[in-house]
């Protein structure tokens, strides 16, 4: 059974703090990484994928993976209130489809 | 360029009905998939549809069905439903790819 392991949280940081999120998979054939974001009472949005080892940067927000660990992570620099979420990681393990699998997200709270 | 749409928002159903859900993908995706959410199992996979086949198939009994037309939208039936199947049901669009997926705004499904 393949797995993504992410922390329930809470996760509590205060404004202009950096959050860390991470997420270990099972799998170590896994291709492909997504971070999601959802507010609630709303549908998953995509916010960052990443195919290699190594840091993916878009803005305020960086992806780190570790293959070799089976570890991927999120880093929100300058988080905003408006960053208050649950992040889900997810992970494709199967070439040939685009079946995710995913954790069952940490929930950010940013506070003023 | 329109979302993922997906009909009705709202189901309230009784215990041994049956339900139809559609999902219009993204103009040019060609692959739906189905999820379903709960607040204690998180994302579940459903289905997979790529090209009217189904390329892919999640853990859920065969009261869950689906399809895919030749225009891309997609369907998905829950037959003798039980309490246990309120969930929200989210549709999600992709280019093939592993570009990761774009979701609808979901149906909320209530069964009484």
């Known amino acids: 059974q393949k797995e993504v392991e992410q922390n329930s949280g809470p996760l509590s940081v205060p404004e202009g703090a950096i959050a860390s999120l991470n997420c270990t998979y099972s799998?170590?054939?896994?291709?492909?990484f997504f971070w999601y974001r959802q507010y609630s009472g709303k549908s998953p949005e995509l916010i960052m994928f990443?195919?290699?080892?190594g840091d993916k940067e878009d803005g305020r927000f960086t992806a780190q993976l570790n293959k070799a660990s089976q570890y991927v992570s999120l880093l929100i620099r300058d988080s905003q209130p408006s960053d208050s979420a649950t992040y889900l990681c997810a992970v494709n393990a199967q070439g040939g489809s685009e079946k995710l699998v995913f954790g069952k997200g940490t929930k950010l709270t940013v506070n003023p | 360029k329109a979302g993922v749409t997906q009909t009705p928002r709202y189901l309230i159903k009784t215990r041994g009905q049956q339900v139809t859900l559609s999902c219009s993908p993204i103009s040019g995706h060609r692959s739906v998939s189905w999820y379903q959410q709960t607040p204690g199992q998180g994302l579940q996979f459903l289905f997979e549809?790529?090209?009217?086949?189904?390329?892919n198939k999640g853990n859920f009994p065969g009261r869950f069905s689906g399809r895919q037309f030749s225009n891309s939208r997609s369907e998905m039936n829950v037959s003798t439903l039980e309490l246990g199947d309120s969930a929200l049901y989210l549709c999600?669009?992709?280019?093939?790819?592993?570009?990761?997926?774009?979701f609808g705004s979901g149906t909320r499904l209530t069964v009484v």
């Open positions: 549809y790529f090209s009217e086949t189904q390329r």
């Open positions: 799998d170590r054939g896994s291709q492909s």
């Open positions: 999600a669009s992709s280019t093939w790819g592993n570009y990761g997926y774009t």
């Open positions: 990443i195919y290699s080892n």
